[in-house]
């Protein structure tokens, strides 16, 4: 073994990035290369009566205004295919003629140069019909409410139940009920590179699509089927990729690239085609993270123990479903948190609005559950007069424990040890077998009279992986090269670098496997045409998925070279145990096939005279199983510390009527380095998933996850005063402060 799993490896993309080499989409420029622009509807919902595109047709340089019409098959969608690729009549699909939110694309614009592409575009007249604007989720749903999408007879289009036990009942019988309502915000990814990207035909006649995304095959797929072209005619690359948290899963440029090298190419035009979005069309042309509103009961025992939970959850889906049924489901799974109770009740529904559609993002749902459920169980230690972390050990899920939806845990739980640790080392102490925090532990407080300091607690578990049911495999391949001795070895594998490090532990973990140094490793990546299906980067999973499929390829390659191929080459398809849908009556289900677990003890100090919030310390406890790289590690769980902790104080996402207020990186402020913590402390645990490469477990969401409700309830421990809503901006504050006098 050459151990280089577990190791602090230096970044393979490393040098090319800070030497400026790497090549993101909107660096790449080819040869003859003609530019798009895309119209945008900038109507909330309307139907597109009439698209006059002739006098951008008769601009010099102009060479395609593609429509409608225009689309093989006019329509796409991660899960759902209800979005048109083009707004506007001439399409067969009925009611594909209007516009839903203001980011729908009506026209695609290609010219010689981008100023022409853009002052075609803006002499296209569209003749809009308005229809009304509908905005809220809950008013969406009456029976009474206009119809997104009249084909599908509502506007709710996802609604899970679990009934374990009888919540009604036991709440009834519970010492201490606790009722809460909470409302999460949309967000915005901002990841560092809009949306961009490049078309061609290739040498062999296939559309080519370079892009920045999180899945290339899904890509390709879609593309494919908007176009009517089988998948071998559609070829997808990633280069560099600038960020993506989620906001790459959906599609932005990429059918309409490949859609204009199709048209030009009819055209006897053979001209790579490309795009780069401004970043205030990526911040309304692409989707954000659910806006939910949660009500919930829960009910407990004089010693703490809870016995009952009702919930009611709802999600603001926006204008197409994109992954807001996935998200719910483990939204619905989540709002009960980390803990086994006997008796639970959870209604849940994803409603299409008139807002910018919401889809994955960093937590995929569990963010949004977390807050609710972990405000919840703040709330029940200070009804109680118990202690936040010990009212948390009393009820924490174990080997064996039941989840709301009937069946046990995967084994490897590690929840209470995650959540012992966060704690000791946030200064609780075991006293007489309880949990507390000694006075000499809390924050110290300051002379002024107007700043005051709390510490809160919180804690999460995640899914790794696709959940529910839905197909989960992921394949890689080995060749191995030389004579007497493997000289080479080459992995082939699509799986996306979107920053993560992703194609470092690739390397790491093929070279552990394989019993080579890092040296003689080398990775092809990301091409469809060369690599097999690796399932998106999302989902915590891609560790857990590619690492088990890099181990399974090297075992056979390995046996091929002993068996004197040359060269060894083996491809190999994971795929972890099965995982089962909700029931549609009890909720029932086999959710996921593997968890992480993470806690967070938070400082915060407010000023009470200008609402502002300080985060002094955050220290996260998080089982990754193994560390395949423990500096990746550490920088997956700063960063989402901190991109949590501007969702909690800062991201402030405003849609007015189905309009974005905050489309400017001057008004959706996000945290710079003067917001970020004072320090964040990264406990790196190691309880091996069973059945994870070399026990790990998937890591990069779950910081994310207990960071809102544990400075909500720093907020509180200071001030007296609980927070239901967020962002937790200066002016919020100051007005929680003055209703809770």
Not at 139 to 151: E, I
Not at 621 to 632: Q, S, Y
Not at 698 to 714: D, H, R
Request: charge should be negative; charged fraction near 20%.
């Amino acid at each position: 073994m050459t151990e280089v799993v577990g190791k602090i490896i230096q970044r393979v993309d490393a040098v090319s990035k800070v030497r400026g080499e790497a090549l993101y989409p909107g660096d790449i420029q080819m040869d003859g290369q003609v530019h798009m622009k895309i119209l945008f509807s900038h109507r909330p919902h309307a139907i597109v009566k009439r698209i006059d595109t002739s006098l951008a047709e008769q601009m010099p340089g102009v060479l395609a205004v593609l429509t409608a019409k225009d689309v093989p098959v006019n329509e796409y969608g991660l899960i759902v295919a209800d979005q048109p690729v083009l707004c506007g009549p001439g399409a067969s699909k009925p009611f594909t003629d209007r516009v839903r939110f203001v980011g729908d694309q009506v026209a695609v614009i290609v010219a010689e140069t981008e100023a022409i592409a853009a002052q075609a575009r803006d002499a296209i007249h569209v003749e809009y019909e308005d229809l009304p604007i509908v905005t809220d989720p809950l008013a969406a749903m009456k029976p009474d409410a206009f119809l997104l999408h009249p084909d599908r007879g509502s506007n709710v289009f996802g609604h899970y139940r679990i009934r374990k036990g009888d919540a009604e009942a036991a709440l009834k019988e519970a010492y201490v009920v606790v009722e809460g309502v909470y409302d999460t915000p949309a967000q915005e990814h901002v990841f560092l590179q809009p949306e961009a990207g490049l078309g061609y035909m290739d040498e062999e006649g296939r559309v080519t699509v370079v892009v920045a995304g999180q899945w290339t095959h899904e890509d390709q797929e879609q593309i494919a089927h908007a176009l009517n072209l089988p998948l071998e005619r559609v070829r997808v690359i990633y280069p560099a990729i600038g960020g993506a948290f989620g906001g790459r899963e959906d599609m932005s440029v990429q059918i309409v690239l490949g859609l204009a090298v199709l048209r030009l190419s009819e055209r006897g035009i053979h001209r790579p085609v490309k795009i780069v979005w401004t970043r205030e069309e990526s911040m309304f042309g692409h989707h954000k993270r659910h806006p939910y509103h949660i009500r919930t009961r829960w009910g407990a025992t004089r010693e703490g123990k809870i016995i009952a939970a009702d919930v009611d959850v709802y999600a603001d889906g926006g204008a197409y479903i994109y992954t807001s049924t996935k998200v719910l489901g483990n939204a619905t799974l989540m709002c009960t948190g980390p803990y086994e109770i006997p008796n639970v009740r959870v209604d849940s529904y994803a409603i299409y609005t008139n807002s910018i559609p919401n889809g994955a993002f960093r937590g995929f749902g569990g963010p949004q559950g977390a807050f609710a459920a972990e405000s919840q169980m703040n709330k029940l230690a200070e009804a109680l007069g118990m202690d936040p972390v010990e009212i948390r050990r009393r009820n924490l899920l174990q080997e064996g424990s039941l989840l709301s939806v009937g069946t046990p845990l995967p084994k490897g739980v590690s929840i209470q040890a995650v959540v012992e640790a966060c704690a000791q080392e946030a200064g609780w102490q075991l006293e007489d077998a309880n949990y507390v925090l000694p006075e000499n532990k809390k924050p110290v407080q300051i002379s002024s009279a107007h700043k005051k300091r709390g510490r809160g607690f919180a804690c999460a578990f995640k899914n790794v992986g696709f959940s529910f049911g839905a197909p989960e495999n992921c394949w890689a391949t080995i060749e191995l090269h030389g004579k007497d001795k493997v000289e080479e070895a080459v992995l082939y594998h699509a799986g996306a670098e979107v920053g993560q490090g992703a194609h470092t532990v690739f390397l790491q973990m093929a070279a552990e496997a394989l019993g080579l140094p890092l040296t003689r490793v080398r990775l092809v990546a990301s091409d469809t045409a060369v690599t097999e299906n690796s399932g998106s980067v999302s989902a915590s999973r891609m560790t857990f998925m590619a690492g088990n499929a890099i181990r399974g390829a090297a075992q056979e390659a390995l046996q091929k070279w002993i068996n004197e191929e040359r060269p060894a080459r083996a491809t190999f398809q994971y795929r972890p145990p099965k995982t089962t849908p909700y029931d549609p009556e009890t909720g029932k289900s086999e959710p996921n096939f593997s968890y992480g677990y993470v806690a967070e003890a938070v400082d915060i100090e407010v000023d009470v005279e200008t609402g502002q919030i300080r985060l002094l310390n955050v220290i996260c406890a998080d089982d990754v199983g193994k560390a395949i790289n423990p500096r990746l590690v550490q920088g997956q769980i700063e960063g989402a510390v901190v991109q949590a902790a501007g969702y909690a104080i800062l991201e402030n996402f405003i849609q007015q009527n189905g309009e974005v207020i905050t489309k400017t990186l001057s008004t959706y402020l996000i945290p710079t380095v003067l917001d970020i913590p004072d320090q964040v402390q990264s406990v790196i645990m190691e309880h091996p998933d069973p059945i994870g490469p070399w026990g790990a477990r998937g890591m990069g969401e779950m910081p994310f996850l207990p960071l809102v409700p544990a400075i909500t309830a720093a907020l509180h421990a200071a001030t007296g005063v609980w927070f239901d809503r967020f962002p937790l901006t200066p002016e919020r504050v100051l007005e929680g402060l003055q209703q809770g006098k």
